[in-house]
């Protein structure tokens, strides 16, 4: 969906110097060779097409930030390598199938800066290949023969599902509530960030306390990823964003920021919200006007303070673990998420 | 993909007395009972349009003949009941999601005797579905904890794609060899029945000659399922196939009859071809030209044929095992397969 390409875009901008999130990624960089080399090897098909269509968008980037969640779990507890990077993979593949499908779904145009699969090689071939993939993630998990980690991955993939379903039905309902639209992004984003740090942790051997901390640290960058990421849309710059800012808003969909703008809107307003947003309805100088208003509003900060509350949780989530270049680097990964604000 | 619901089609057949047969079905009468409550116990989700939409297809019947090969396999080894109703309700689920896709990437109008879910809900919401089920049936292979039964099932997803990505690039290909045809609906569809049979077996603790036997039991009558069901296309009677003959035909598909035809055509009959199918330029009572080329060709009875070899080869393939009822019965269903000439 809609958020999760935003994400994607926010994802690209950790590719740039920045700092300890830098660090992170160095020290990930054996590991993350390492499933890079298993996702090219296991996208591989004697149907042509597969390969083809799958390297198109797995090659466009992204920054791999779930995979590297599992991969950088597992080093936290202590036994990196070996299936921690089959989970790694399965992971990339469980989110690029989702990518592939939520792009026919929602007839984008473009994915990594890149034209749409879909658009290349028709919408059939997006939903195959991402049945392909996502049949290759659990290939590899078997291989693993963790089976808990199997378990958690199925069980995301599944309430990712139920995420784009419950979004589908409410896209454009200005009556959503927050406590919905948490509800939507928990399971369409921040459920996937969880299973992958837990299953990351389960795969090397993590106590029990271990694991539920780092599904509890995922969870919580997952939210506050996407919080940042929907206030961006309103609240950021397209030369900064690597995106156009105000997507959400031509598409109708109700994230936080107007959510909270609505609730504080007067009646003038409300009309304004109502045709925008509730019928589509829009004229070139309304993303203008609606930035204006959710500005005014002070959603975007609302918004962003929210992240910044799940971003300290998912701080939080990993004391129970010694210092160590991991953690640190982990802890820089939640301030990341929500320091985008210029 | 169209055979796929054909096979639907055939399936339904399978519920009319039939001698030998309905004693199978009576015998796993019990099995499949436990295997429906599972069924729908696991559509459900807190997000209706889910089961509602699962439901729609699930409840409107087919035989859930893969769900049968997995009880009947485990109970032919011995050990039925437990883990293989899971395993069995997970194949249905398997199969419904690849359903669900096939409708949308073909367009399929009708599904079942009943309107394609697609054009109820719409296409993202069937496309989305389709995932939940898969990981649905991911959930419950992962709770018998039965590793290689999964990793039958995975590796069975990911060949179904394939097939299907397969026969998207080559379904208008009158050049189609019949080896590439044999390729597609081996992995379309045996390679589903050959797990099914499969897994059961495995779940219930058989040895590996006699998983293999199974397995090779359900590819064959997977074959002679789908052989028969092509060339019913052509020659049978709508009132009896419970569809419409032609629909192979009039999608352009390359069946086996029509390759067979093809390669013994002259050349009034290939510029016929070329247009019919190539080009999927029809008239009215091009499908009646069709069929009495087809007939008049001998490729409905060289396909029939070669599902017989099917058929015996699934056969023999049982005889590693005591006589039993369940062998009996499982023999007979490769009778059935083929038996359905008039």
Same mark, same amino acid.
């Given at each position: 969906?809609?958020?999760?390409?935003?994400?994607?875009?926010?994802?690209?901008?950790?590719?740039?110097?920045?700092?300890?999130?830098?660090?992170?990624?160095?020290?990930?960089?054996?590991?993350?060779?390492?499933?890079?080399?298993?996702?090219?090897?296991?996208?591989?098909?004697?149907?042509?097409?597969?390969?083809?269509?799958?390297?198109?968008? @797995?090659? !466009?980037?992204?920054?791999? =930030?779930?995979?590297?969640?599992?991969? &950088?779990? $597992?080093?936290?507890? *202590? /036994?990196?390598?070996?299936?921690?990077?089959?989970?790694?993979?399965?992971?990339?593949?469980?989110?690029?199938?989702?990518?592939?499908?939520?792009?026919?779904?929602?007839?984008?145009?473009?994915?990594?800066?890149?034209?749409?699969?879909?658009?290349?090689?028709?919408?059939?071939?997006?939903?195959?290949?991402?049945?392909?993939?996502?049949?290759?993630?659990?290939?590899?998990?078997?291989?693993?023969?963790?089976?808990?980690?199997?378990?958690?991955?199925?069980?995301?993939?599944?309430?990712?599902?139920?995420?784009?379903?419950?979004?589908?039905?409410?896209?454009?309902?200005?009556?959503?509530?927050?406590?919905?639209?948490?509800?939507? @992004?928990? !399971?369409?984003?921040?459920? =996937?960030?969880?299973?992958?740090?837990? &299953?990351? $942790?389960?795969?090397? *051997? /993590?106590?029990?306390?271990?694991?539920?901390?780092?599904?509890?640290?995922?969870?919580?960058?997952?939210?506050?990823?996407?919080?940042?990421?929907?206030?961006?849309?309103?609240?950021?710059?397209?030369?900064?964003?690597?995106?156009?800012?105000?997507?959400?808003?031509?598409?109708?969909?109700?994230?936080?920021?107007?959510?909270?703008?609505?609730?504080?809107?007067?009646?003038?307003?409300?009309?304004?919200?109502?045709?925008?947003?509730?019928?589509?309805?829009?004229?070139?100088?309304?993303?203008?006007?609606?930035?204006?208003?959710?500005?005014?509003?002070?959603?975007?900060?609302?918004?962003?303070?929210?992240?910044?509350?799940?971003?300290?949780? !998912?701080?939080?989530?990993?004391?129970?673990?010694?210092?160590?270049?991991?953690?640190?680097?982990?802890?820089?990964?939640?301030?990341?998420?929500?320091?985008?604000?210029?």
């Amino acid at each position: 969906m809609k958020e999760r390409r935003d994400l994607d875009a926010a994802e690209a901008v950790i590719a740039r110097p920045a700092g300890s999130v830098e660090r992170l990624i160095a020290l990930a960089a054996p590991d993350m060779a390492g499933v890079d080399e298993l996702i090219v090897a296991r996208m591989q098909s004697q149907v042509s097409v597969i390969p083809a269509l799958a390297e198109h968008l @797995i090659e !466009a980037g992204g920054k791999r =930030l779930r995979p590297l969640l599992t991969v &950088a779990a $597992a080093r936290l507890v *202590g /036994a990196g390598g070996g299936s921690s990077l089959k989970l790694a993979a399965a992971v990339e593949f469980i989110h690029t199938a989702t990518l592939l499908h939520d792009d026919v779904v929602d007839g984008s145009q473009l994915r990594r800066g890149k034209v749409a699969a879909h658009l290349i090689w028709g919408a059939p071939s997006s939903v195959l290949v991402g049945d392909f993939l996502f049949a290759r993630a659990f290939e590899l998990m078997v291989e693993t023969g963790v089976l808990s980690a199997l378990e958690i991955l199925a069980r995301a993939s599944r309430v990712i599902a139920e995420g784009e379903v419950l979004q589908l039905t409410r896209a454009h309902d200005l009556n959503l509530s927050q406590a919905t639209y948490l509800e939507i @992004i928990t !399971a369409k984003t921040a459920e =996937l960030f969880a299973a992958a740090a837990e &299953a990351g $942790a389960i795969g090397a *051997g /993590a106590e029990a306390s271990q694991a539920a901390a780092l599904r509890e640290y995922g969870r919580n960058l997952g939210l506050a990823f996407q919080l940042a990421d929907d206030a961006l849309d309103y609240g950021g710059v397209t030369e900064t964003l690597g995106k156009n800012a105000g997507d959400d808003f031509r598409e109708g969909k109700a994230t936080l920021p107007l959510l909270l703008a609505i609730a504080r809107s007067g009646p003038r307003e409300v009309d304004f919200w109502e045709r925008a947003i509730g019928r589509k309805e829009q004229t070139n100088d309304d993303f203008r006007r609606a930035r204006e208003l959710i500005i005014g509003a002070g959603a975007i900060e609302a918004t962003l303070d929210l992240a910044s509350d799940y971003s300290d949780r !998912a701080k939080v989530a990993l004391k129970i673990f010694p210092d160590s270049e991991w953690r640190r680097g982990l802890e820089s990964l939640a301030d990341f998420a929500v320091s985008r604000r210029a």
